[in-house]
């Protein structure tokens, strides 16, 4: 499965932005999905995940903030992100697994390219 990630921008602190993932190849609602980031000089982070099922986790940086959804028929996902703040700049992942071994770790089979969010203070 291929997954494209975009979306992203430059954004003034406390505005919104929405993230979208799209699947390509062997797709359907098969796979649980996640966002993570990835800051300049730091190590990639879980922000969110949604299961086939459609539960969701979200990190404690973003609760609240963050809401992920999934559109199967559409094989993508989504990220929207409200109240963002500075340090929510990162370059955003999404990823895909049929069976990830943690629905928080970075283990996913499959990666998109990422996309820039940018947080102006």
């Known amino acids: 499965v291929q997954l494209q990630a975009s979306g992203g921008g430059l954004v003034q602190a406390g505005g919104s932005l929405r993230l979208s993932c799209a699947a390509s190849?062997?797709?359907?609602?098969?796979?649980?999905m996640g966002w993570f980031r990835q800051a300049p000089g730091k190590e990639r982070e879980f922000v969110v995940a949604?299961?086939?099922?459609?539960?969701?986790y979200s990190s404690g940086s973003v609760k609240g903030r963050f809401t992920v959804s999934r559109d199967d028929g559409e094989n993508t996902i989504y990220l929207q992100m409200n109240s963002l703040k500075p340090e929510d700049t990162a370059v955003y992942y999404c990823?895909?697994?049929?069976?990830?071994?943690?629905?928080?770790?970075?283990?996913?089979?499959?990666w998109g390219q990422g996309t820039q969010v940018t947080v102006s203070s």
């Open positions: 990823a895909a697994d049929d069976s990830p071994r943690s629905l928080r770790g970075d283990t996913y089979n499959y």
């Open positions: 949604v299961t086939v099922s459609g539960t969701t």
């Open positions: 190849g062997r797709t359907g609602p098969i796979y649980d």
